[in-house]
């Protein structure tokens, strides 16, 4: 194994991404030499981890293993007779002028693709958490079956999952997170911003020897 990764490489990520204890969930599972590239109490982006972090692959073909394709918060979603997975209104960002949120209803839209290694049920949840990692909702568990077809390399499962509403208490920066058999594989943000409400400016009113 080779010497430890330079936090350096990772450090124009820091203080923008997901706490480090965060991570901790984020990291199990993968090699002591990734493990060595984090420093405690330094914020990292987990979604940059894999690019910045792992060893260098020599090719992209080596790469085997589950891999997220679509991984969105949206107003709606749906799939069709025909396995098509229809997005409608994807967005990570919510404004409103005061808090508590209270946001209708809306979905997650999932779309992963499988190695026939990986063939079988697979447990999926989702968690929906603020920028110390707290959860500010229950997680939502759900499972899927993988089936490899014949003369097929790999297998997909998408997913539509309903949130009826959403609440929220704070502005901020919120974390959705997807976890594949206890494994966590990426995390979207969603920033929940303050508008500005500006006065209105009333019209000139002219005035004249009558008024």
């Not at 090699?31 to 330094?42: C, D, L, S």
């Not at 690019?51 to 293993?65: D, E, F, M, V």
């Not at 790999?154 to 929220?168: D, E, G, R, S």
Request: proline share 8%.
């Amino acid at each position: 194994m080779g010497a430890p990764l330079k936090l350096q490489s990772a450090r124009p990520y820091q203080s923008k991404g997901m706490p480090a204890s965060r991570l901790q969930v984020f990291l199990q599972g993968h090699t002591q030499r990734f493990k060595a590239g984090i420093v405690q109490n330094h914020c990292i982006r987990p979604v940059y981890c894999y690019r910045y972090l792992l060893p260098k692959q020599k090719s992209s073909a080596t790469i085997t293993g589950m891999k997220v394709e679509v991984f969105t918060l949206c107003d709606y979603a749906t799939i069709d007779m025909a396995s098509k997975l229809n997005i409608l209104g994807s967005f990570d960002r919510i404004n409103v002028p005061a808090m508590p949120l209270n946001y209708p209803l809306c979905a997650i839209a999932i779309k992963m693709r499988f190695d026939p290694i990986e063939a079988g049920v697979k447990r999926i949840r989702i968690s929906f958490m603020d920028a110390d990692g707290r959860l500010v909702m229950p997680s939502i568990d759900t499972q899927t079956q993988i089936n490899i077809a014949p003369n097929e390399s790999t297998a997909t499962a998408q997913l539509v999952l309903v949130i009826p509403q959403l609440k929220l208490l704070n502005f901020g920066e919120y974390w959705i997170g997807l976890a594949v058999d206890g494994r966590q594989e990426i995390s979207i943000p969603l920033y929940v911003r303050q508008t500005l409400n500006t006065p209105q400016v009333q019209p000139h009113q002219p005035t004249g020897p009558n008024t």
